[in-house]
């Protein structure tokens, strides 16, 4: 894809107030586009301008360092919130609140405008070093009749290791305890590792539930990533009691688990359906300089540890060096340096018009929500949002045209059209 340097308007992010390009110079030099940014959107230069870790070639066009977007619509970033605890996930919890978990082992509710609410406790213990603790959470698709949620978490094998858990459990009526807890899935086997538990989790419009399981990072998980008789590197469709979901593509493999939706994955901590199409949407950390935005599609293989952009963190090249093969899937995009991708949603709104249907994403070591626009499976452009806050954002929740995020550092902020 084509572009030019243009002139455009300085744009000026100070503290964490809003930024209006609406100015535009119409002098500006006219710009090749077939993306679908809005009329008033430019294509940029890429965001990216750091050397990459390596000299791998992308697949096709655009799988990397797109042309920048940028937002024209003000907007403003306000601090709701501040020292929470160690928040992991945020989701919409009813009408005006969200539940919030913390890695530490609780869950929270905290208004639209930022008050916490309410405590909840009595969970399963989580063995909370490192990445572990308390993660995703997802409500029952009947949660106003039955008040049940899911959660993964991090737990400790009696004999040795530790895995990533799905459980479910009943919010009390006072919404202060969790009860009728049951784990109804435990992705086996269980290592000796702190990281890389993966576990975001989604429902369908079926009310079936799809769940991320990263590989654990040690050699011994990675290689399991391509095995179809291990729960490591691998995005599972489950029912709401822990079953296989009817369907699966592995149904009929006696050699592999029936749960299983797709493997080779590496650390998926990133998963959304784009509510428009139905179609489920992952981004997970890869090695250095590999992260990836992926499109899950039923029985695919993702490639871990046979195929990726990236190199070991210590500089060396990670199984053959190659980046394609017939058999595994090409990600829809890849960061090289990387972003660290944590959770991520979809924008299924209008209220900034040129965010519609974009995809949102949580950045750690980049400290930044990445904004990508989407056309027909292709990222057609980018833009880094809120790097002025140097904060690690580890989830962010689309509510009423408007984006909630949450940090490492126990903050909440809100994100939407200035006012
Ligand atoms: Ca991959």
């Known amino acids: 894809m084509q572009y030019h340097k243009i002139i455009l308007p300085l744009c000026i992010i100070i503290g964490v107030t809003a930024c209006n390009n609406s100015n535009s110079n119409n002098n500006s030099t006219a710009i090749h586009t077939d993306s679908a940014a809005m009329p008033n959107e430019k294509l940029l230069p890429p965001v990216e301008t750091q050397k990459p870790n390596s000299n791998y070639t992308p697949a096709f066009e655009g799988q990397t360092r797109i042309p920048a977007v940028k937002t024209v619509t003000a907007y403003q970033v306000d601090k709701i919130a501040g020292k929470i605890g160690e928040p992991w996930a945020i989701i919409p919890y009813s009408n005006d609140r969200f539940l919030i978990t913390d890695k530490s082992g609780f869950m929270q509710i905290i208004s639209a405008d930022g008050a916490v609410l309410k405590k909840i406790t009595g969970f399963p213990e989580v063995d909370n070093r490192a990445q572990g603790g308390l993660l995703d959470v997802a409500l029952d698709p009947d949660f106003t009749q039955n008040k049940t949620i899911y959660w993964a978490f991090s737990e400790k094998q009696k004999n040795d290791g530790n895995l990533t858990a799905i459980a479910k459990g009943i919010i009390n009526e006072a919404e202060d305890k969790i009860e009728k807890v049951s784990v109804i899935f435990r992705v086996l086997p269980a290592l000796n590792s702190t990281l890389h538990y993966g576990s975001r ?92 935005l992926n499109l899950i599609t039923a029985g695919k293989n993702y490639g871990w540890p046979v195929i990726t952009y990236g190199i070991e963190y210590y500089g060396a090249i990670i199984g053959d060096a190659i980046q394609q093969k017939e058999g595994m899937e090409q990600p829809v995009y890849y960061w090289d340096p990387v972003i660290s991708p944590s959770g991520m949603t979809f924008y299924p709104g209008n209220e900034i018009p040129e965010w519609e249907n974009n995809l949102f994403i949580g950045g750690l070591s980049s400290q930044q929500i990445t904004r990508l626009q989407l056309q027909n499976h292709k990222v057609t452009g980018e833009e880094r949002l809120l790097t002025n806050l140097n904060e690690r954002f580890r989830d962010i929740a689309f509510f009423k045209g408007m984006l909630y995020t949450i940090t490492d550092n126990g903050n909440v902020y809100r994100i939407k059209k200035k006012s």
Do not use: C
């Not at 040690?218 to 029912?239: C, H, N, V, Y």
């Not at 593509?249 to 998963?271: C, D, E, K, V, W």
């Not at 959304?272 to 890869?286: C, Q, V």
């Open 201 to 292: 989790l989604v429902f369908d419009k079926e009310g079936y539930l799809y769940f991320s399981a990263g590989e654990r990072s040690i050699l011994e998980g990675r290689k399991q990533a391509q095995d179809l008789k291990s729960g490591l590197g691998k995005i599972f469709k489950i029912t709401k009691e822990g079953k296989p979901a009817p369907g699966n593509p592995f149904a009929n493999n006696s050699s592999a688990m029936a749960s299983i939706y797709t493997y080779g994955h590496r650390n998926p901590q990133s998963l959304d359906i784009n509510p428009a199409t139905g179609e489920l949407w992952e981004a997970e950390f890869g090695p250095r300089g590999g992260d990836e």
